[in-house]
């Protein structure tokens, strides 16, 4: 099916392939390098990795990622990192494919509306060890609530789970979804992270409590994440709960601090929520997003260098000798935009979505943008990688140095020195340094569709 040839992918293809797109995991991708040898180099541009924890580009780029320590069991692959495809939109270097969770009608949530009952939760944890240590908390709930679970067991109740839960054991898709339409709360244990059980929970009208981490979990200090192609900082079970839904819908809290816990269960008992799911979850949603990458994502055209000095600008009267600014001040904003007289090269996100911001000193291009309520583009790195953009930002640079390194292009305010990334590969929006000032590219996104910029359709 792969079309590979004989030898082990030694003899080149030449025959067009019978497909586009080829949708795998990292698993499929070390089986077709196994037998499509030298074959696959030729049509890994077709390839969308499917990728719950997402890939970044430091830890892609084989060469860069072996000489600097980024170098793990997973990445290193050398695609466009726009090949990896997240289930939830945490890594803006990836592109975020997600997943659909069912949609109710308006008859079927005011019908879950009518039959909640106010004092019942459900836990998130099928396996008895995820209850381990847990008492304390639960004890807590147990005042307030009637507290069920779906653990699985084969003859004997597993002791780890207290006697007053009202295990159901585990439970069909359409049991545990009557059990979610009837609870009130569904509480996590902090595991397992950014699963699709709480999108579930919500959709069914529950309220998500889940615990906040600190420090935040990571590849640094975590056994779960160590050698993930990721340096991502985890601060709860589900960010995009926290950050893209939050209350009243979901609640994130200090699990080892009892007052706060406690607080959270009495304002949950009070609270009345409708059922909801994020738009980017329903089947037209992620239709719609898929669409997009599908008509506008090609990675097998290599991306012309961008030249400023090669770009139209029309002056006052309409000429094109005019030399003016490619970025400009935009209303209300520290940000700088596309200059309206320059005219754009073609790209998907338009860069009429453009949003060109400095982070602080170690702080990454994610959260730059995201403090700014905006997501970092990693398409638009090439645009702004440019003395133009520096000049744009009143950067004083007393040298301007093309290096290969991941936080590039940025500068450092002590030294009054400036970077440019020399390898297009490792634009990342992830890297922070403590020494240096990043260059961003932010956009602006669809409400509830943060894939897409505004003009992305």
């Known amino acids: ?137 639960l004890q807590i709930l147990h005042m307030y609530m009637e507290v069920h679970g779906t653990v699985y067991y084969e003859t004997q109740r597993p002791p780890e789970v207290p006697a007053f839960v009202k295990n159901h054991g585990l439970l069909p898709q359409h049991e545990l979804q009557q059990l979610l ?120 055209i290599p991306e012309p260098p961008f030249i400023p000095a090669n770009i139209s600008r029309s002056g006052p009267e309409g000429g094109s000798r005019f030399t003016g600014p490619l970025f400009v001040p935009l209303p209300n904003s520290t940000a700088l935009g596309w200059a309206s007289h320059v005219t754009a090269p073609l790209s998907w996100p338009p860069l009429s979505s453009l949003r060109l911001l400095v982070s602080q000193e170690d702080q990454s291009c994610v959260e730059a943008c995201q403090f700014a309520g905006l997501v970092c583009e990693p398409t638009h790195f090439r645009f702004i990688n440019n003395k133009e953009a520096l000049r744009g930002l009143d950067v004083q640079c007393e040298v301007v140095d093309s290096e290969i390194n991941h936080i590039l292009p940025a500068f450092s305010v002590m030294r009054q020195e400036c970077g440019l990334q020399r390898e297009p590969l490792l634009f990342s929006c992830a890297g922070h340094s403590p020494k240096y000032r990043r260059l961003c590219p932010c956009r602006d996104f669809r409400q509830g569709q943060v894939a897409l910029c505004r003009d992305c359709l």
Not at 53 to 62: M, W
Not at 76 to 99: C, E, I, K, V
Not at 104 to 126: C, P, S
Request: hydrophobic content about 30%; aromatic content about 14%; charged content about 20%.
């Open 1 to 137: 099916f792969l079309g590979v040839p004989p030898g082990r992918g030694s003899c080149p293809l030449t025959g067009p392939l019978p497909f586009d797109l080829i949708y795998t995991d990292y698993h499929g991708l070390q089986q077709m390098k196994q037998h499509m040898g030298l074959s696959l180099k030729k049509h890994k541009c077709h390839i969308r990795v499917i990728d719950t924890f997402g890939t970044e580009p430091a830890y892609n780029h084989e060469e860069y990622a072996t000489l600097h320590g980024y170098r793990t069991n997973w990445g290193y692959w050398n695609l466009n990192a726009r090949q990896y495809m997240t289930m939830f939109p945490h890594t803006p270097d990836n592109s975020f494919m997600g997943f659909v969770s069912e949609e109710l009608n308006e008859t079927e949530k005011r019908r879950i509306q009518l039959n909640k009952v106010d004092n019942m939760a459900v836990v998130y944890g099928k396996e008895a060890s995820m209850w381990k240590g847990k008492e304390g908390f």
């Open 181 to 300: 339409r009837k609870a009130k709360l569904f509480i996590g244990f902090g595991f397992p992270y950014e699963g699709p059980a709480p999108l579930e929970a919500i959709a069914n009208g529950c309220i998500f409590l889940q615990p906040k981490f600190y420090p935040p979990h990571s590849s640094l200090n975590h056994e779960f994440f160590r050698g993930k192609p990721t340096s991502r900082e985890v601060a709860s079970q589900h960010p995009y709960a926290e950050q893209y839904i939050g209350r009243p819908h979901v609640m994130t809290v200090d699990y080892n601090n009892s007052v706060e816990f406690d607080s959270a269960i009495r304002e949950i008992m009070r609270t009345k929520v409708e059922p909801y799911l994020p738009y980017e979850y329903t089947c037209e949603g992620m239709l719609e997003r898929v669409h997009a990458y599908i008509q506008h994502q090609d990675f097998c």
